[in-house]
């Protein structure tokens, strides 16, 4: 081949790479991929995570129902009391104080040393019968998806907290979820998932009523 | 090859082998396209399918040899029909990320096709959960319309297991496709069952949506971020049913035709070959782990995956429920409905209906298998290192007067109730001992 068209080889095939990577993204992908336009998804989620929409007693849109019209319904006497659902569900704890909190899991999003994202994941169980908190770790990839770290079993099953931190670096956690739930000895039990400080979801299931919201649409009907 | 040849391959494989997706999906998710799924599982789904070498079109199972628990089994279920008929496949993530899990996912851009579709599986399988599943899924209406094959059932976080509805019989019993964790360490064949779970292990510990059990159904796409309560037919029905009566009340409302006695003794008695079998396997494979491990105590994470105290006690559940319903013919004086063959080999299993079956059980003679024996099959002796054969009659009698062994630690003979002392030092997790409502 001459070097004239070694040139026009070249051409075509940085041509062609061009052509490829704009019909992935035009036509196929609904994933990002590592490129510039991956960091600025990347930069878009992570604002994701500071500002995790939490329940507000702000209207919301689309016929949302906000919490505070929501309260006034399921539990008018609260509405002077209470105007958030990190509020209402303090409030049930305290009511409720007899009440076991069972957690579901934690999960601790955080840096590495290099900076890259990772995910850790303590989820509580039971095996045959006996409580087991089992520890997950997860890289985030560039796609923005995690990836299973492979841990040794003793590291896995019920770590205690030297064992978390040869994984985590609590000092550079950005954001902590966890969902829990308890049941009062009477006919009430809540369901709530928290991120950070914000309470993101809960559902209370009380004898005739349910009363549920999530990021900022709420729900109070009758139950069963 | 000419100039302008070689360009046009070295365009097309780079724009085919660049950032692909694991598949394509060219359809999308509509009520045809539920109904096909509907369809593909009640014809597809079944314990062989990851262990067979060819479909039933004759070409190769590319999914041959993959090893799944229950979690993954339900997931293979709609990941795999959505690969095979271009449909989208997207899930939460559970790590907690935003983003979602797709079919679009190009982490496995170099591999070959098969290989994709058997790593993102694989991939999926490293992250579901019976815990992750409620995220994807949402409780139904009980209905014929939205209980269907394909459908899922999820028990409480306490028992964590989980099953697919391969099908709904006429008299409203369904066929269930599943596996277990040991399952998933044995080999890729799945288990399967003909009857409803019990609705008391099913619910146990939270009867309120909070537990997430019950049958469930897979979200679209547009709902998977919403809360459970706004997905399009999300029902609490199954909640208001109490858990003792809820597989009377799902099987009334699913079954078009009766079944009748000698039909549903049958079926009983298959149900609890097949847990008979499946726990002949289980004990094996924890006998082949003990010896590879040259007979050392288990570690809490092998003793887990090998001790068998929830699956005794399934058993227990299935040969409580035929002897009530042995029990009821008899108060309606309607054993005549059982053919003579049948009934005299539940009489042997079943002698004294008048006691508990605890009582029952103590009184009970050592049985001896013959030709007439139920679920005839044989357990190994480590001992004796020899094949020592058992049916449903003396099985039975073992597991109602504890001599059954759900400890993987002890030797295979144990664990089958041959009365035999032994010495075992090693740590046990768990309340190992039987317990079952009659």
Redesign the interface.
């Known amino acids: 081949?001459s070097n004239k068209?070694w040139v026009?080889?070249f051409i075509?095939?940085i041509a062609?790479?061009l052509?490829?990577?704009l019909?992935?993204h035009f036509f196929?992908?609904?994933?990002v991929?590592a490129t510039t336009a991956l960091k600025t998804d990347l930069a878009n989620?992570k604002l994701?995570h500071q500002t995790t929409p939490k329940i507000t007693d702000e209207t919301g849109e689309n016929g949302v129902n906000t919490f505070k019209e929501t309260l006034a319904k399921c539990f008018p006497h609260l509405t002077e009391a209470i105007t958030t659902p990190r509020e209402f569900v303090d409030n049930w704890k305290s009511l409720n104080s007899t009440a076991v909190e069972e957690t579901?899991?934690i999960?601790y999003?955080f840096k590495d040393k290099k900076g890259q994202d990772v995910?850790a994941?303590i989820?509580y169980?039971?095996?045959?019968?006996?409580p087991?908190r089992e520890f997950?770790l997860?890289r985030?990839?560039d796609?923005?998806?995690?990836d299973?770290v492979e841990i040794p079993?003793?590291d896995?099953?019920?770590p205690n907290n030297t064992t978390l931190t040869k994984y985590i670096d609590f000092n550079t956690v950005f954001e902590t979820?966890k969902k829990w739930?308890a049941k009062s000895p009477g006919s009430s039990?809540i369901?709530v998932e928290e991120s950070n400080l914000d309470v993101t979801?809960f559902?209370l299931?009380q004898k005739n009523i349910i009363f549920?919201c999530?990021?900022g649409?709420c729900?109070c009907k009758a139950g069963? | 090859m000419s100039f302008s040849n070689l360009t046009v391959i070295l365009i097309l494989s780079f724009s085919l082998s660049s950032f692909s997706e694991v598949w394509t999906a060219t359809s999308t998710w509509n009520a045809d396209t539920e109904k096909e799924f509907s369809i593909w599982i009640q014809k597809n789904w079944g314990k062989d399918f990851f262990l067979k070498k060819e479909t039933k079109d004759g070409s190769p199972n590319i999914f041959q040899g993959l090893r799944v628990d229950c979690a993954d089994t339900v997931y293979s279920s709609r990941v795999i029909f959505a690969y095979l008929h271009s449909l989208p496949f997207v899930m939460n993530d559970p790590s907690g990320g935003k983003k979602l899990i797709s079919n679009s996912m190009t982490r496995w851009d170099s591999k070959t096709e098969k290989d994709k579709i058997r790593s993102f599986l694989i991939y999926v399988y490293n992250l579901v959960s019976t815990k992750s599943m409620h995220g994807d899924t949402y409780p139904v209406k009980v209905s014929r319309e939205t209980i269907v094959p394909g459908s899922i059932i999820l028990t409480t976080e306490k028992n964590h297991h989980s099953w697919v509805i391969k099908n709904i019989f006429p008299t409203g019993i369904p066929h269930l496709v599943f596996n277990s964790t040991v399952g998933a360490y044995s080999g890729p064949l799945l288990q399967e069952r003909k009857s409803w779970p019990n609705g008391d292990w099913v619910f146990e510990g939270n009867v309120t949506p909070q537990g997430h059990a019950g049958v469930r159904y897979w979200r679209k796409e547009s709902e998977l971020k919403l809360p459970v309560w706004q997905v399009t037919g999300y029902s609490e029905d199954q909640y208001s049913i109490k858990p003792a009566k809820w597989k009377y009340d799902l099987q009334k409302v699913l079954q078009s035709t009766t079944e009748s006695n000698q039909q549903t003794a049958a079926r009983l008695i298959e149900n609890i070959c097949a847990d008979i079998q499946q726990r002949i396997d289980a004990v094996k494979e924890s006998e082949a782990f003990l010896q590879s491990a040259t007979y050392r105590c288990m570690t809490e994470e092998e003793f887990d995956n090998y001790s068998t105290p929830s699956r005794d006690r399934r058993l227990a559940d299935e040969i409580i429920y035929l002897r009530n319903f042995l029990k009821t013919l008899v108060q309606e004086r309607n054993e005549l409905s059982l053919d003579e063959k049948t009934w005299q080999q539940l009489k042997i299993i079943f002698p004294q209906l008048d006691l508990t079956i605890a009582s029952e059980s103590q009184n009970q003679k050592r049985t001896l298998t013959s030709s007439a024996s139920l679920c005839r099959t044989k357990h190994h002796s480590r001992r004796e290192n020899t094949e020592k054969s058992i049916d449903l009659a003396e099985i039975k009698r073992r597991l109602f007067t504890h001599r059954l062994s759900s400890n993987p630690n002890h030797p295979p003979e144990v664990r089958f109730g041959e009365d035999i002392l032994v010495k075992n030092s090693c740590p046990s997790w768990g309340n190992l001992k039987l317990t079952y409502v009659e």
Do not use: C, I
């Not at chain 1, 196929?28 to 994933?31: A, D, E, K």
């Not at chain 1, 169980?125 to 006996?130: K, L, S």
């Open positions: 081949m068209n026009r080889l075509l095939v062609s790479a052509t490829a990577w019909a992935f196929l992908s609904r994933t991929v989620q994701d579901d899991f999960h999003f995910r994941q989820v169980t039971t095996a045959e019968g006996h087991v997950k997860f985030v990839l796609d923005g998806l995690p299973p079993a003793p896995r099953y019920n979820q739930s039990s369901e979801e559902q299931f549920r999530h990021e649409d729900e069963n």
